[in-house]
């Protein structure tokens, strides 16, 4: 599967990037599920942008969002050195290598913006991680995937309550965790809080962990830049992550933020917004 994975990335981001750009000449993609509900994310994200804006940045938005599907291929079939010799340029690396070199524990919070498998990679040149994974239906694709984000001795638990324990039990130990803070939670385990002004309903365990070990937190994004170079963009947390009536908000700013760096990085296809309060509709029903 590695050597599959190879074949298929040999072209170059720019080659792939101008394959689905002419795609797009042909109108078809307007009428693609990716679409419909990156344009609806952004509408409910932006609602100040005119309506031929908001079709531009969700067109920009689709287009990034292949062109990360090929990166998170190349990443799979190269050396974990690779996600490091690819990128351009890190922002506020401190950030990431004092606490690191503090060896008291550490919570990153990994947004999906572009490649989260080779976003996971550089991370694991600086540090191994335990992180959490969400099986792939295919059962060959799911235990390739699983042994690659396992590489070098970093560990990776289903997304469970026993894998919640293995993460907690990493940190208190003063391991280094990396976790998603925007995916939808399953019923009964998020809240519903403020993000892009509107109630989402949103995990509560990096805040949780958080406020309860104490331990320093760090956003993270891989983002693309003005000259379709790939760089890491690193934020510390709001101190508010600490305060038991403001963490949860607390954690969607920072989102917000790292999302606004570059937006059409962003995986905006995802439905965020599927699961919202009593008495306000699903914005993706139509689809």
């Known amino acids: 599967m590695k050597a599959l ?10 080659a792939i990037r101008g394959l689905v750009k002419f795609y797009c000449l042909f109108g078809l993609y307007k009428r693609t599920p990716m679409f419909k509900v990156t344009l609806i994310n952004i509408k409910i994200a932006y609602p100040l942008l005119d ?7 969700a067109k920009l938005s689709f287009i990034e969002s292949l062109v990360s599907g090929f990166e998170t291929l190349t990443s799979w079939s190269r050396k974990t ?8 340029k890190i922002t506020d690396q401190f950030l990431l290598t004092q606490n690191i070199a503090n060896k008291n524990g550490l919570i990153i919070a990994a947004i999906h913006s572009r490649s989260v498998d080779m976003l996971l990679k550089w991370i694991n040149t600086k540090a191994n991680t335990t992180t959490l994974y969400k099986k792939v239906k295919n059962q ?14 970093n560990k990776v638990f289903e997304a469970s309550i026993s894998g919640v324990r293995q993460l907690y039990k990493a940190l208190i130990s003063n391991k280094v965790i990396c976790l998603a803070p925007d995916q939808v939670p399953q019923d009964g385990m998020g809240e519903y809080v403020d993000l892009f002004n509107r109630n989402s309903y949103t995990t509560t365990l990096v805040p949780s962990l958080a406020l309860k070990t104490k331990k320093p937190v760090v956003f993270i994004s891989l983002n693309l830049n003005i000259n379709k170079k790939l760089e890491v963009n690193m934020i510390n947390s709001n101190e508010d992550i600490y305060n038991d009536s403001k963490h949860q908000l607390s954690m969607n700013k920072d989102i917000e933020k790292l999302i606004n760096i570059n937006t059409s990085d962003y ?7 599927k699961k919202p309060p009593i008495g306000v509709s699903n914005p993706y029903l139509n689809i």
Do not use: C
């Open 5 to 14: 994975f190879y074949l298929i990335s040999i072209p170059s981001s720019s």
């Open 267 to 273: 995986s905006w296809e995802y439905k965020r917004f």
């Open 81 to 88: 050195h690779y996600a490091h010799e690819n990128i351009f």
């Open 51 to 57: 309506n031929n804006d908001q079709k531009d940045l």
């Open 140 to 153: 060959k694709l799911d235990s390739f995937v699983r042994g690659q984000r396992e590489e070098n001795n």
